[in-house]
Nanobody
């Protein structure tokens, strides 16, 4: 059974950076594509970035493109989300989710495995 644990969240000032980690246990992560979702207060959860199983393909939604970088280290069974130039609008609980296919999708119903989330707060 695949288990995911996010870490790296916290409080950061606008313009600052954080790196989130999504560590997997129980199963090798290289059979899963990974999506980072986030849920801001009072808003629906949204997918923001996806990485394919090999890491060769990545995708970002417009709101984070150019500021966030998704990567993975399959040897460490971990996926990362480097977040730079953070804005107050990035404040949310961030979740990673996995599914055992090669294609990326932001349809939450397609993801079987979820982490518990990590809080990111961008505020001065």
């Amino acid at each position: 059974q695949l288990q995911l644990v996010e870490s790296g969240g916290g409080l950061v000032q606008p313009g600052g950076s954080l790196r989130l980690s999504c560590a997997a246990s129980g199963v090798a992560l290289d059979s899963y594509n990974i999506v980072w979702f986030r849920q801001a207060p009072g808003k629906e959860r949204e997918g923001i970035s996806c990485i394919s199983r090999s890491g060769a393909y990545t995708h970002y939604v417009e709101s984070v493109k150019g500021r966030f970088t998704i990567s993975r280290d399959n040897a460490k069974n971990t996926v990362y989300l480097q977040m730079d130039s953070l804005k107050p609008d990035d404040t949310a609980v961030y979740y990673c989710a996995a599914r055992p296919t090669s294609s990326c999708s932001y349809d939450q119903s397609r993801y079987y495995y979820w982490g518990q989330g990590t809080q990111v707060t961008v505020s001065s």
